[in-house]
C-alpha cells in the first residue's frame, strides 16, 4: 500500500511540475485537469499501462509531459499567428476598399475600374498604413497580397 501511495505522491509531484514548467510560465489556458487528461491518455497508449503502478514512471512520465507541454505551446503559439495573420488580412482588406472607394470618386469611374487594383496600388496603401502606425511591416501587405493570390 505504501509503494502505491508514493507513485501516486509522485506522479502527482510530476503532474504538477510539468503544468508549472509548460503552462504556468507559458500563461496558457489550459486546466490541471486537461493537461493531466492529456499525459494520461498518451501514456495508456504508448505504454498500455496507466502511470500508477508502472515501474518506470519517472523517466515515462517526463517525456510524456514534455511532449504534451510542447504539443501545448507550439499549438497556442499557431493559433496567435494565425490570428494575428487575419487580423492584418482584414486590415488590408478594408484599406483596400477605402482606397478604392476614394480613388473612384477623385477620378469619377464606374464599375469595372472602380473595383481594378494594381500592384503599385498595394505598394502605396502600405507606405500610407506603415506611415501612419497601422502596420509594423512595411511588406506586410505586399505579403499578403502575394499569399491571396
Same mark, same amino acid.
Given at each position: 500500500?505504501?509503494?502505491?501511495?508514493?507513485? !501516486?505522491?509522485?506522479?502527482?509531484?510530476?503532474?504538477?511540475?510539468?503544468?508549472?514548467?509548460?503552462?504556468?510560465?507559458?500563461?496558457?489556458?489550459?486546466?490541471?485537469?486537461?493537461?493531466?487528461?492529456?499525459?494520461?491518455?498518451?501514456?495508456?497508449?504508448?505504454?498500455?499501462?496507466?502511470?500508477?503502478?508502472?515501474?518506470?514512471?519517472?523517466?515515462?512520465?517526463?517525456?510524456?509531459?514534455?511532449?504534451?507541454?510542447?504539443?501545448?505551446?507550439?499549438?497556442?503559439?499557431?493559433?496567435?499567428?494565425?490570428?494575428?495573420?487575419?487580423?492584418?488580412?482584414?486590415?488590408?482588406?478594408?484599406?483596400?476598399? !477605402?482606397?478604392?472607394?476614394?480613388?473612384?470618386?477623385?477620378?469619377?469611374?464606374?464599375?469595372?475600374?472602380?473595383?481594378?487594383?494594381?500592384?503599385?496600388?498595394?505598394?502605396?496603401?502600405?507606405?500610407?498604413?506603415?506611415?501612419?502606425?497601422?502596420?509594423?511591416?512595411?511588406?506586410?501587405?505586399?505579403? !499578403?497580397?502575394?499569399?491571396?493570390?
Amino acid at each position: 500500500m505504501d509503494d502505491i501511495q508514493e507513485q !501516486i505522491s509522485l506522479y502527482e509531484a510530476i503532474i504538477e511540475v510539468n503544468y508549472e514548467y509548460w503552462i504556468t510560465e507559458n500563461e496558457l489556458d489550459v486546466e490541471v485537469e486537461d493537461f493531466r487528461l492529456q499525459v494520461d491518455l498518451r501514456y495508456r497508449l504508448r505504454f498500455q499501462t496507466f502511470p500508477v503502478g508502472d515501474e518506470h514512471i519517472e523517466a515515462r512520465m517526463d517525456e510524456i509531459c514534455d511532449e504534451v507541454g510542447e504539443e501545448l505551446v507550439t499549438n497556442e503559439i499557431t493559433s496567435q499567428e494565425n490570428e494575428e495573420s487575419n487580423k492584418l488580412k482584414e486590415r488590408f482588406l478594408k484599406s483596400v476598399e !477605402i482606397f478604392l472607394r476614394q480613388k473612384s470618386e477623385a477620378y469619377e469611374q464606374s464599375y469595372p475600374q472602380n473595383r481594378r487594383l494594381k500592384r503599385k496600388d498595394i505598394k502605396i496603401i502600405q507606405k500610407i498604413d506603415f506611415l501612419t502606425d497601422v502596420i509594423d511591416d512595411k511588406n506586410a501587405y505586399v505579403d !499578403i497580397f502575394d499569399e491571396m493570390v
